[in-house]
């Protein structure tokens, strides 16, 4: 039987050092494989530091994709500060598991159109397609789901690549209202994090 892949999930950390230190001891404790940060790990490009290290320094592998809070030039920055991997340009296949993503969202900076967001996944899909599982991971939510209603509409190129690609694990965040919301769309299983993170078997 093969082992499951246990994944620490979490993001909107907004330049908190302090839960990034109780969540990088948590993957320590629960021995994750690994950690995704869906976007806003900083407070508008402020308090970089600290935000990425402990985790690392605790030996696990982080995937992430930006949010509207993370400019292009902060995700580029923790690219190659930490040696760490967005998502959104790389797509990685990680014993079995394909992971891609997209970051940004549709209010405030670093906003990406829904044709933006489309390509993205679609390119970010056909890089793992063959992959034995599949889990897509956006900062942004899918649009007409219960996510949705709690605050800002969400994204209707999510919808679709959700529909579409048929990912077995959709990971969001954004909307810290929604924190532990979990529903389905189609077989697609959507778990929207936040800070306080949440660990996801695959």
Same mark, same amino acid.
């Given at each position: 039987m093969?082992?499951?892949?246990?994944?620490?999930?979490?993001?909107?950390?907004?330049?908190?050092?302090?839960?990034?230190? =109780?969540?990088? +001891?948590?993957? %320590?404790? +629960?021995?994750?494989?690994?950690?995704?940060?869906?976007?806003? $790990?900083?407070?508008f490009?402020?308090?970089?530091e600290d935000?990425?290290?402990p985790?690392?320094?605790?030996? =696990?592998?982080?995937?992430?994709?930006?949010?509207n809070?993370d400019?292009?030039a902060?995700?580029?920055?923790?690219?190659?500060?930490?040696?760490?991997?967005?998502?959104?340009?790389?797509?990685v296949?990680?014993? &079995?598991?394909?992971?891609?993503?997209?970051?940004?969202?549709n $209010?405030?900076?670093n906003?990406l159109? +829904?044709?933006?967001?489309?390509? %993205?996944?679609?390119?970010?899909?056909?890089?793992?397609k063959?992959?034995?599982?599949?889990?897509?991971i956006?900062?942004?939510h899918?649009?007409?789901?219960?996510?949705?209603?709690?605050?800002?509409?969400?994204?209707?190129? $999510?919808? =679709?690549?959700? +529909?579409?690609?048929?990912?077995?694990?959709?990971?969001?965040?954004?909307?810290?209202?929604?924190? &532990? *919301?979990?529903?389905?769309?189609?077989?697609?299983?959507?778990?929207c *994090?936040?800070?306080?993170g =949440?660990?996801?078997?695959v």
């Amino acid at each position: 039987m093969t082992k499951k892949l246990k994944i620490l999930a979490a993001s909107d950390l907004h330049g908190d050092t302090r839960q990034v230190k =109780k969540l990088a +001891e948590r993957a %320590y404790k +629960e021995n994750v494989d690994i950690v995704i940060i869906a976007g806003d $790990i900083t407070q508008f490009d402020s308090s970089s530091e600290d935000m990425i290290g402990p985790f690392l320094k605790r030996g =696990k592998k982080v995937l992430f994709v930006p949010g509207n809070h993370d400019s292009p030039a902060t995700a580029e920055f923790l690219e190659e500060k930490y040696r760490i991997t967005n998502l959104q340009h790389c797509p990685v296949n990680y014993k &079995g598991i394909g992971f891609f993503g997209c970051g940004g969202a549709n $209010i405030g900076l670093n906003q990406l159109s +829904e044709k933006e967001i489309g390509i %993205y996944l679609k390119n970010g899909f056909d890089s793992i397609k063959e992959a034995e599982k599949k889990i897509m991971i956006t900062h942004l939510h899918p649009e007409g789901t219960a996510i949705e209603k709690m605050s800002f509409r969400g994204s209707r190129s $999510i919808k =679709k690549a959700i +529909e579409d690609f048929k990912p077995d694990i959709h990971i969001c965040g954004h909307i810290h209202e929604a924190e &532990g *919301v979990e529903e389905k769309i189609g077989r697609t299983k959507v778990f929207c *994090v936040g800070s306080q993170g =949440k660990i996801i078997e695959v």
